[in-house]
């Protein structure tokens, strides 16, 4: 079937292009920070221990995590899939509306930042991480569903009847790769990691869910590229090997020792009701009192 005439920019403001990749940046961290927010004062998920921080505290690293995604993304991209910029075209490196972002350098990006954060405010990375992870999926399913639009990041071909043919990847229909992905690392992720903080209640085990998404992701990226069309500007890995795959396969590895190490650490005593409250009204106070 044809590509759908979509235009890759939603509006035009003057000289101001506003697109649909960007527009998917912005709705995944608003939308990703208001739900890690509900899930902070959701106590009935903090059985054992209370929110690694307040409210409050997440608003501020909302501005840490998005610098670590921006930052990340595009170097990653550079490092990994494009290097060769460096040298190049050095300047072309700044221009990130042109496109070109990697999940893994956005991810690195976002584990750099973190850390510091948590170092200045004195909290856990790993429950920090735990929270952080079971929002990432919402920004996994715009960013992809963007990645469609932009007709960009396309499959391999296939003679399957929901095949597109895509403008510039050629006369052949091609696997539409981006909603495979907006289906598995963006819908299904995040179902997985809902069942285990909301089901399950694994924030109060340390690293458990970012193991669960660390792993999950890690899968579910190895296996879609299989049908996801390498960058033409790619070297032939052996084996049939892709960059994609190299950087994820250390991600099941992690996620599989986070989830081990998380689920044999024993728990402490379950919170009283009361205990909870006053744990958080602690961290609120905490808060309040410290210098703007």
Same mark, same amino acid.
């Given at each position: ?40 004062? &959701? ?5 054992? =221990?209370?929110?690694?921080?307040? #409210? ?26 494009? %290097? ?18 990697? $999940? ?14 948590? =170092? ?6 790993? =429950? ?13 399913? $715009? ?17 399957? %009847? ?25 819908? #299904?992720? $995040? ?34 590229? &299989? ?6 500007? @790619? %070297? &032939? ?8 795959? @190299?950087?994820? #396969? %250390? @991600? ?41």
């Amino acid at each position: 079937m044809p590509f759908p005439n979509f235009d890759p920019v939603l509006v035009h403001i003057g000289p101001i292009a506003i697109r649909w990749y960007a527009l998917g940046y912005v709705a995944a961290i608003l939308l990703g920070w208001r739900y890690a927010v509900s899930m902070i004062r &959701n106590r009935r998920l903090w059985l054992n =221990r209370p929110p690694p921080l307040t #409210a409050e505290k997440m608003d501020d690293f909302i501005l840490w995590a998005t610098l670590g995604v921006i930052v990340g993304g595009r170097l990653g991209h550079v490092f990994f899939y494009t %290097p060769e910029l460096i040298w190049t075209d050095p300047v072309e490196i700044l221009k990130t509306w042109h496109g070109g972002m990697s $999940f893994h350098g956005g991810a690195l990006g976002v584990l750099i930042s973190g850390l510091i954060f948590c =170092r200045v405010n004195r909290i856990d990375p790993l =429950r920090l991480g735990d929270l952080v992870v079971a929002v990432e999926p919402i920004g996994g399913f $715009f960013v992809r569903i963007a990645n469609f639009i932009n007709g960009e990041l396309w499959g391999r071909p296939t003679h399957l %009847p929901w095949g597109i043919v895509f403008p510039g990847a050629g006369p052949e229909p091609r696997h539409p790769s981006q909603l495979y992905e907006a289906a598995l690392e963006g819908l #299904a992720l $995040f179902l997985i990691l809902r069942w285990g903080t909301h089901g399950r209640k694994l924030l109060n085990r340390r690293g458990v869910v970012l193991g669960m998404f660390a792993m999950g992701y890690g899968l579910i990226r190895i296996s879609l590229e &299989n049908v996801r069309e390498p960058d033409s500007y @790619m %070297p &032939n890995f052996p084996f049939g090997l892709t960059m994609g795959m @190299m950087l994820s #396969a %250390p @991600m099941v590895l992690v996620g599989a020792w986070l989830i081990w190490r998380g689920l044999k650490e024993p728990l402490p005593p379950a919170l009283a009701d009361e205990e909870a409250h006053l744990a958080q009204d602690a961290q609120d106070t905490k808060t309040a009192d410290e210098p703007a």
